[in-house]
């Protein structure tokens, strides 16, 4: 290690040695980071206290502006006594749990499947990037054509075991698990790609090991594999859980939050409340309290986050 | 620390976003006096399926008008998205659309808010004389016209001409006969199903539980629009007999999931004997293109027997409305006047099943001797929907998310009532989202 | 030496792993060139009789796709500059740099790159109206950057963290400054890192539909997915239309996309987690 001060040491002991320039790096590194974090608080850290503001006031909309009055509580009070809130809520909350625990379950399924695979393994990868890649709402239209009850595919191919022509969107069950087949499509690949990462990092004589104690594979599997995958399981979860929770997309095409409004996720029923019923006030609302309970899953899963900070700081 | 640094991130961001609105606020484009000017006209396509009334009103206008052109802009599909894209543009001061179509419902939302131009104070007040006074007054909120009537809606009952003649069946007046009727056809393997209409989680669910209520001898709202009218003891009847219709295979399942033109293409494609749909599905049910053409009746909407005679039908409709943040207001105000002008509504009625808003058009004769839709709509009692309430959006989807689960299952007809009116109750009073 | 057997059950699974990844894709293609009666006839059919181009003339000349396309293209290339030119300078800063309150910083940057959009859309709105900013492409394009950004510094961050310092140490010898160092000699060896950020923000961005859908849904501004989400006709859906504008839309971030596959690969691996 040089004494130079510039170049960026990497063990604790550059770091906090005194020689060289130590303040012209600590401001070059100020001046580096904050157009960046000047951004994102502009941009999202100031527009969420803004809407916390806004859902505890009237917005009075007109064509030259805005204002609020009437400081109160009264949104939250529509919000937290409306069904169609609590609906929204238990279907935001059951789907990103259905979900997610679908969307593992298959993704190391199929993460288990790339990593035996020698030929073809690229074409494969690459496949499965493609879903990923996809505009959402065009994979929504896709479906919503492929469900559709007259002339679908999946409409008639589940005809042909069925007394009647089934409507897949036409109840609150069917329409959830369209929504569900819809998400696990492009979403699957992209969790298996992850996984593979993790499985990759296995040292193979962990495994020679366990089969020269007899250890089937159904076994060294539980036993050995899914436990030396758990951080990477976990990142993945993570990430899944906090974006499923934002689903917006694909019932906005797909069922537009139907039947009744039973497939209407909490993101969906805040854009309406605002932009359909112009109630700014309460829309806020909603976004706001979705923002708070993504927040205190945040601080729960706080610890994870520190972990991939300095798991990485580490290395 | 981190604390201290954001906050003084924000105050630096808040100077930032007012440097940005200084530079960038002013960047209003100005009108070009001189050559013809463009205004855009959002609206779906409509009047006949292979004749679509966009193109040749747009097409004679510029003939008549060569300093304007008119540029259409296709709306979305569904009434509710169209009216949520067309909020967030308006609300967001976008100059285009200049002229768009929209729902009769919309006009006092739309007013209060300030999406439209009170096109009322823009023009002679002659020039509502020639429109029904109702309508005109559907159109405007606080006493200014916000909209100009383009065409004028309501329900009817289409039917199957050849089927009802083959079983020397006669033109049914109630749904019960509707019903029966159904039963008859789908035995004889004739048709699948026997109505088809508009069960789906939007706006036009709304149009029918309104109309079936009116049936039924109740309706959403009392007469005064102060309360729920959902209890009154037709109505349960009314609901039970709507979901039976689904229940007992005369409308096919998938009705939770139809709007317009999916209960139109059962009709068209030869699955469904009976259509409640528009005025318009009569002229694109005989077009070339649909499976039935040539053998398409149409009659006033049935009353139910549990009823009181009430051939209840829903008025709907599309006004225009001008952007009020158009650069093209008078052009806009040229457009709009010209699309409900007496030579282009007459222009319109010969080439679709579209009903004239102009009085002297709509009641001229040799404009009834074209229209069956217009003879036919002198049985239907119009009923329209509680629209003058500032709530009535969430009127409407309490309305239509609580029928459209009891009609896929979830809820029965007695608690579809009970929920009904406590969600309309909450919504006149402002209290749902 | 055991012989691979063809029938493998590794073999049958990705077989049944590719139909089902590509079915749904072929039916986009083969529905984009199915005449519309062809579109609704029962049972489906597994190819055209009468092969079409006719919507994908529909497509770009009745409705205004290649609008949406340039909108997108435009919108999501400018976005994707943003964040890799500040990505690249904050991420090397919290890498390589000495800084009080990294941690913090770092753990807020992850917890916003998952933070619901619906959570913000409100107030954004409402301060775009207030400084004109609806319906333009800076009205999407700066909040696109400061979505992204955190999860595109993320990454550059943890590709620094790798790359060895020997280099920067002589360019430093040789008295370059820091941001010549960075552009000199980092750029040069974070250009994975540079290129999995970059298509990782390029494909949110083409992708992103809620505020896009909100603060841009005038005709003129609207990107491919608002415009296909909004596309109507009164009397059906225009399924063969949406998916012939659907083909072409795809078609530049699936090329993107398998081009630099192993960059989207490398960057899936390396930590950073993002759909």
Redesign the interface.
Same mark, same amino acid.
């Given at each position: 290690m040089?004494a130079?001060a510039?170049?960026?040491?990497?063990t604790r002991a550059a770091?906090t040695r005194p020689g060289g320039r130590?303040p012209r790096?600590?401001r070059?590194?100020?001046w580096?980071?904050a157009?960046?974090?000047l951004?994102?608080a502009?941009?999202?850290?100031?527009?969420?206290g803004?809407?916390v503001v806004?859902s505890f006031s009237r917005v009075e909309l007109s064509s030259s502006?805005?204002s609020f009055t009437d400081w109160s509580t009264d949104n939250y009070a529509a919000v937290l006594q409306s069904p169609v809130w609590r609906e929204a809520l238990v279907f935001t909350v059951l789907y990103t749990l259905v979900s997610v625990a679908v969307e593992l379950v298959l993704g190391v399924?199929?993460a288990l499947?790339?990593e035996?695979?020698t030929a073809?393994r690229?074409w494969?990868?690459?496949?499965?990037?493609?879903?990923?890649?996809? *505009?959402?709402?065009?994979?929504a239209?896709? $479906?919503?054509?492929?469900f559709n009850s007259?002339?679908g595919?999946a409409s008639?191919l589940l005809g042909l075991f069925t007394d009647e022509p089934p409507v897949i969107l036409g109840t609150p069950a069917s329409a959830f698990s369209a929504i569900l087949v819809a998400d696990v499509?492009k979403?699957t690949?992209?969790v298996a *790609? *992850?996984v593979?990462?993790g499985l990759v990092t296995i040292d193979r004589s962990v495994y020679e090991a366990a089969e020269m104690d007899g250890s089937g594979p159904w076994s060294t599997f539980w036993r050995i594999t899914l436990p030396l995958l758990r951080t990477t399981l976990a *990142?993945?979860v993570?990430?899944?859980v906090?974006?499923a929770?934002?689903i917006?997309?694909l019932p906005?095409?797909l069922t537009s939050g139907g039947p009744g409004t039973s497939t209407q996720p909490?993101?969906l029923l805040? $854009?309406r409340v605002?932009?359909q019923n112009l109630n700014?006030g309460a829309?806020?609302a909603v976004?706001?309290s979705?923002?708070l309970i993504?927040?205190l899953a945040?601080l729960l899963c706080?610890r994870a986050?520190?972990a991939?900070?300095?798991?990485?700081?580490v290395? | 620390? /981190?604390w201290r640094?954001q906050r003084a991130v924000t105050v630096i961001a808040a100077g930032l976003?007012l440097g940005?609105?200084a530079a960038?606020?002013?960047?209003?484009g100005s009108a070009d006096d001189d050559g013809p000017v463009t205004i855009?006209w959002?609206a779906?396509?409509?009047g006949d399926?292979s004749d679509d009334a966009r193109h040749y009103l747009v097409d004679a206008f510029e003939r008549e008008h060569p300093g304007i052109d008119v540029e259409v /802009?296709?709306?979305?599909?569904?009434v509710d998205?169209?009216r949520a894209?067309l909020a967030?543009?308006i609300?967001?001061?976008?100059s285009?659309?200049d002229v768009y179509n929209g729902d009769v419902s919309w006009a006092a939302q739309f007013a209060s808010a300030g999406l439209a131009l009170p096109i009322g104070d823009h023009v002679a007040a002659g020039f509502w004389d020639k429109f029904d006074p109702a309508t005109v007054a559907g159109a405007s909120f606080e006493g200014t016209a916000y909209g100009v009537p383009l065409t004028l809606d309501q329900s009817f009952l289409y039917y199957r001409e050849d089927l009802l003649e083959k079983h020397g069946l006669p033109v049914p007046t109630t749904w019960e006969e509707v019903a029966e009727q159904s039963e008859i056809l789908r035995e004889a393997g004739d048709v699948d199903y026997g109505v088809a209409w508009q069960g789906a989680s939007y706006e036009g669910l709304t149009c029918v539980v309104n109309e079936f209520l009116a049936a039924g001898g109740g309706g959403l709202v009392t007469a005064d629009g102060s309360r729920p009218d959902v209890a009154a003891p037709g109505s349960r009847g009314a609901l039970e007999f709507l979901g039976g219709l689904i229940d007992d295979g005369v409308s096919p399942r998938a009705t939770t999931t139809y709007q317009?033109?999916q209960a139109?293409?059962a009709f068209t494609?030869g699955q469904a004997a009976f259509l409640r749909n528009w005025s318009?599905a009569y002229d694109?049910a005989n077009a070339a293109g649909s499976g039935v053409a040539g053998r398409v009746g149409v009659t006033a909407m049935p009353a139910l027997e549990q009823g009181d005679g009430t051939r209840a039908s829903t008025v709907g409709g599309w006004n225009v409305y001008i952007n009020p943040h158009t650069r093209q207001q008078e052009a806009a105000l040229t457009f709009v006047q010209w699309l409900t002008g007496a030579e282009t509504q007459r222009l319109m009625a010969e080439r679709s099943s579209t009903i004239p808003t102009v009085d002297s058009v709509r009641n001229a004769p040799e404009v009834r001797e074209l229209s069956p839709v217009l003879r036919a709509s002198a049985d239907n009692d119009l009923v329209s929907r509680p629209t003058t309430s500032p709530y009535y959006t969430q009127v409407s989807q309490a309305t239509y998310t609580t029928v459209n689960s009891m009609l896929s299952g979830s809820l029965s007809a007695s608690e579809a009532v009970r929920r009904l009116a406590s969600d309309i109750e909450a919504a006149l009073a402002g209290r749902r989202l | 030496m055991r012989r691979r057997r063809v029938f493998s059950p590794?073999?049958l699974?990705?077989f049944v792993?590719?139909l089902? &990844?590509?079915l749904?894709?072929y039916?986009?293609a083969v529905?984009s060139l199915k005449p519309g009666a062809e579109?609704?006839?029962?049972?489906?059919r597994l190819w055209p009789q009468n092969p079409t181009t006719e919507h994908y003339t529909e497509a770009f000349a009745d409705? #205004?796709f290649a609008r949406y396309m340039l909108n997108s293209l435009l919108v999501a290339t400018v976005s994707t500059a943003g964040v890799l030119a500040?990505?690249l300078?904050?991420g090397?800063?919290?890498?390589?740099?000495?800084?009080?309150?990294?941690?913090?910083?770092?753990?807020?940057?992850?917890?916003?790159s998952?933070?619901?959009?619906?959570?913000?859309?409100? %107030?954004?709105?409402?301060?775009?109206? !207030?400084?004109?900013?609806? #319906?333009?492409y800076?009205g999407l394009i700066?909040?696109y950057?400061?979505?992204h950004? %955190?999860f595109a510094?993320w990454i550059m961050? #943890?590709y620094l963290?790798?790359i060895p310092?020997e280099m !920067?140490?002589s360019? =430093?010898?040789d008295g370059a400054g820091?941001t010549r160092?960075v552009l000199q000699i980092i750029v040069p060896q974070a250009l994975p890192g540079l290129f999995t950020a970059g298509v990782f923000t390029f =494909?949110a961005t083409?992708?992103e539909?809620?505020m896009a859908? =909100?603060?841009n849904? !005038?005709?003129?501004f609207r990107t &491919?997915?608002?415009g296909?989400?909004?596309?109507?006709?009164?009397?059906?859906?225009p399924?063969g239309t949406?998916?012939a504008g659907?083909m072409a839309?795809?078609l530049p971030?699936?090329i993107?996309?398998?081009v630099f596959?192993r960059a989207?690969?490398s960057g899936?691996?390396s930590?950073a987690?993002?759909?």
């Open positions: 040089t130079h510039w170049p960026p040491g990497r770091r130590p790096r600590s070059v590194a100020w580096y980071t157009p960046t974090l951004v994102v502009l941009v999202t850290i100031f527009p969420i803004f809407s806004m502006g805005f399924l199929v499947v790339l035996r695979l073809a690229g494969l990868m690459a496949l499965l990037l493609i879903p990923w890649a996809m *505009i959402t709402v065009i994979s239209q896709l $479906w919503s054509y492929i007259a002339y595919a008639w499509w979403t690949p992209f *790609i *992850i593979l990462a *990142i993945a993570l990430f899944r906090l974006q929770f934002g917006f997309d906005f095409v909490l993101a805040g $854009w605002m932009f700014m829309g806020a976004a706001a979705t923002a993504v927040f945040c706080l986050f520190r991939q900070v300095g798991e990485e700081e290395r | 620390m /981190v640094s976003a940005l609105t960038c606020g002013s960047g209003g855009t959002q779906a396509p409509f399926r /802009v296709s709306a979305p599909t569904n998205t169209n894209s967030t543009q609300l967001g001061q976008a285009t659309p317009e033109p139109l293409q494609g318009y694109t | 590794v073999h699974g990705a792993i590719a089902l &990844v590509a749904p894709l039916w986009l529905s579109l609704g006839s029962l049972p489906p409705y #205004n500040l990505s300078f904050s090397y800063a919290l890498a390589r740099l000495p800084m009080r309150g990294k941690r913090p910083i770092l753990v807020g940057l992850l917890m916003i998952v933070f619901p959009t619906v959570s913000v859309i409100t %107030p954004l709105y409402l301060i775009e109206r !207030e400084i004109g900013w609806l #319906n333009s800076q700066v909040p950057i400061a979505f950004l %955190p510094v961050r #943890n963290l790798r310092a !920067e140490e360019a =430093t010898v820091p160092t =494909t083409y992708t539909f809620l859908l =909100t603060f849904s !005038e005709d003129a &491919v997915p608002v296909v989400a909004l596309f109507g006709a009164e009397f059906e859906v399924y949406i998916f659907s839309a795809i971030v699936v993107l996309v398998l596959r989207v690969v899936l691996t930590g987690v993002k759909g």
